[in-house]
């Protein structure tokens, strides 16, 4: 096969796997998620028939985002080479397993998500419908182990948001109030409009079922169960440092689209002024 068909072929079936994803989206929008599994699982078994990136000439991944890539490469300096398949496999399997999480059959939404995060470790939305599985397991410790293990991923706000909220629930699910108002009030300083209003309706939840007993953690206290319980407070340093590496390394090579990109991931989780002024200083080149 020449190689302008294996590229026919390849953008054919990405073609075909994003209206598989776009039908069963409008599937569940319409309660009909049986027919939705469905046609996920007959676009999986096709994919899964052509038996892709069999070989071992790199390690295969399925990012969605360029910050994913370059998570990975930073965490994984010993995968070498990482190939960023075109095919989006990783939400494929994720649609899949959500849709089998929301009609609860567990077991079979949790295989399908390893498999989504197997494709993409650093996606957190996927990591989040993973741990939400054993959530509803109720295995609560399972739980936490896999929110913490988000915080090094996690490089939007809502993102760090839903990490603290997920933690609140687990706190309450143990009866530690405090600790359960700590990552909440944290969570709201991170959220957007919804993630506070979610995390709003727990803290009420909280005052009534305590008959306002539960006590707002000092900071010092909460930096006491973040070492407890293996979270930090805050977002995850390397991942700051991370993103700021790569945009200067941009902006030296005058890469400024690029450089904007990585330093407001940095920005927007530290609200630095440098990095703010910075940020003002190449949106004002870009436009030159």
């Known amino acids: ?5 294996i590229i026919m072929q390849a953008n054919a079936l990405t073609n075909k796997i994003n209206e598989t994803i776009t039908q069963a989206v409008t599937l569940v929008g319409e309660k009909d998620t049986a027919a939705a599994v469905d046609i996920l699982r007959q676009q999986i078994e096709q994919v899964e028939g052509l038996e892709l990136y069999q070989d071992a000439q790199a390690d295969y991944y399925d990012f969605n985002t360029l910050m994913e890539m370059v998570m990975f490469q930073s965490q994984h300096p010993e995968i070498q080479p990482v190939s960023d398949i075109e095919e989006p496999l990783n939400r494929l399997y994720a649609m899949y397993g959500s849709v089998l999480l ?7 939404a949790e ?11 650093m996606s957190a939305d996927i990591a989040f419908e993973h741990a939400e599985v054993f959530k509803q397991k109720k295995d609560w410790e399972k739980f936490r182990e896999l929110t913490n293990a988000i915080f090094p991923i996690a490089y939007k706000r809502r993102e760090l948001a839903r990490c603290y909220r997920n933690l609140g629930y687990y706190f309450v699910e143990q009866q530690m109030w405090d600790e359960a108002v700590g990552c909440y009030l944290l969570s709201m300083s991170f959220a957007d409009a919804e993630g506070r209003y979610q995390a709003e309706l727990e803290l009420k939840y909280i005052h009534e079922e305590t008959e306002g007993q539960a006590q707002r953690p000092s900071i010092g206290a909460m930096r006491s169960y973040g070492e407890k319980y293996d979270f930090p407070i805050g977002p ?3 991942l700051i440092e991370t ?3 790569y945009g200067k390394t941009m902006l030296a090579n005058k890469q400024y689209e690029h450089a904007a990109y990585f330093l407001d991931i940095a920005y927007k989780l530290t609200e630095n002024k440098e990095l703010k002024a910075l940020l003002d200083k190449i949106n004002s080149a870009r436009k030159k």
Request: glycine share 6%.
């Open 1 to 5: 096969m020449a190689e302008g068909d």
């Open 102 to 108: 929301e009609q609860g059959k567990l077991d079979e």
């Open 111 to 121: 295989e399908a998500l390893a498999i989504a995060m197997d494709w993409n470790p």
């Open 236 to 238: 995850d340093a390397k």
């Open 243 to 245: 993103a700021m590496e």
